[in-house]
């Protein structure tokens, strides 16, 4: 388990390095859908914060502060509080592991060409952890139980999917 900080960090680097910068709300349904993923595939979440449900979707509160003032705006570099962060001493010299590195390259390759708005609509679908935790009240922790059964049954819908 690892920092979001450093997960979203890695999006944010995949983005300004490529055609595809991400904002804030595509930045943090990436890094939702990285830790839904990791839970689905390895058992073990991701990031080691939780995920709340507030009104837009899930959102990891210490990724909203240090990019928020990117606004709805590609972000294109990382913010200079991010270099005093405890999350960031430990990025500089933290190895990712090879799950950790997959989870991440697999949600970019099919995420990278999507929007925030196109994330979000998928983050509320009917049924999804976003809505499960939303329809208690806004900035309810979304349970990683939940997160991991989600991925799991989606997961397997799009292997069955693919293979026939």
Known sequence: MISAEIVAKEFV???SSSESPVTQMKL???VFFAHGLHLALYDTPLCSEPFFAWKFGPVIPSIYQLYKMWGSSP???Q???FKISEASAVSESYTLSSTETEAIEYTWEITKN???VTLSN???AANSPWAQAYAKG???IISNDVIKEYFEQNLIRQ????QS
Do not use: F
């Open 114 to 116: 999507l929007d925030g």
């Open 138 to 140: 806004e900035n309810t």
């Open 75 to 77: 972000i294109i570099d």
């Open 13 to 15: 680097r995949m983005g």
């Open 79 to 81: 913010p200079a509080t």
């Open 28 to 30: 943090q349904k990436m």
């Open 159 to 162: 292997s069955i999917r693919a």
């Open 122 to 124: 998928w983050s509320h």
